[in-house]
């Protein structure tokens, strides 16, 4: 059975740069993609970033290019979100998702496992 747990959130500055960290368990992940997702108060979950497991390669969400970092460590089964410049519009409940193929997806529905969620609040 596949676990994910999230730790890292909290409330951030804006402009602040926290890392967000997801454990994943379970099996072996090398024909897995991952992703990070956030949802805020009154709105749909939206895709984040995502990144094959086994090579590496990643794609963003046009709102947060050039500002986060998906990346993960193979050999500890981590997942990392860097997050950089954060905004106010950065607040939500960020999730780690996992889904047994190596393509990533950028619906939630494609993704079969999740994280229970960490709770970023950018406030000053």
């Known amino acids: 059975q596949v676990q994910l747990v999230e730790s890292g959130g909290g409330l951030v500055q804006p402009g602040g740069s926290p890392r967000l960290s997801c454990a994943a368990s379970?099996?072996?992940?090398?024909?897995?993609?991952m992703a990070w997702f956030r949802q805020a108060p009154g709105m749909e979950r939206e895709f984040v970033a995502g990144?094959?497991?086994?090579?590496?390669?990643?794609i963003y969400a046009d709102s947060v290019k050039d500002r986060f970092t998906i990346s993960r460590d193979n050999a500890r089964n981590m997942l990392y979100l860097q997050m950089n410049s954060l905004n106010l519009e950065d607040t939500a409940v960020y999730y780690c998702?996992?889904?047994?193929?190596?393509?990533?997806?950028?619906?939630?529905?494609?993704?079969?496992?999740w994280g229970q969620g960490t709770q970023v609040t950018v406030s000053s």
């Open positions: 990144i094959r497991w086994s090579s590496g390669s990643t």
């Open positions: 379970g099996r072996t992940f090398g024909d897995y993609s």
């Open positions: 998702a996992a889904r047994p193929f190596i393509i990533v997806v950028q619906s939630s529905t494609g993704y079969m496992y």
